[in-house]
């Protein structure tokens, strides 16, 4: 069985960085994509990144270009989402998840990690 374990969270400033690390253990299928989410108080949640594990290759909403990487460690299991230049609007309750690309661009994958929080303040 499929278990995601996020660690990373905090607070930082303005213009800080943090990184998000998202442990996986169970059997991750090549065809699988690892993703980010987010959800702000009061607000929807939202894919911000996701990664396809086969070749490596990602995709990130516009908010967080130039910004956030996304990338992944075979070798321990982990997918990481680097964030650097934070901004007050990207304070949320961040989630780690995974399933077929489909599902993740979608919004709805099937397996989604426990959410790690993270407070950008001025």
């Known amino acids: 069985q499929v278990q995601l374990v996020p660690s990373g969270g905090g607070s930082v400033q303005v213009g800080g960085s943090l990184r998000l690390s998202c442990a996986t253990s169970g059997y991750i299928y090549s065809t699988t994509c690892m993703g980010w989410f987010r959800q702000a108080p009061g607000k929807e949640r939202e894919w911000v990144a996701h990664?396809?594990?086969?070749?490596?290759?990602?995709y990130y909403t516009d908010s967080v270009k130039g910004r956030f990487t996304i990338s992944q460690d075979n070798a321990k299991n982990t997918v990481y989402l680097q964030r650097n230049s934070l901004k007050p609007e990207d304070t949320a309750t961040y989630y780690c998840a995974t399933d077929h690309c489909s599902a993740v661009v979608a919004g709805t994958p099937w397996r989604w990690g426990q959410g790690t929080q993270v407070t950008v303040s001025s």
């Open positions: 990664l396809y594990i086969r070749n490596g290759s990602t």
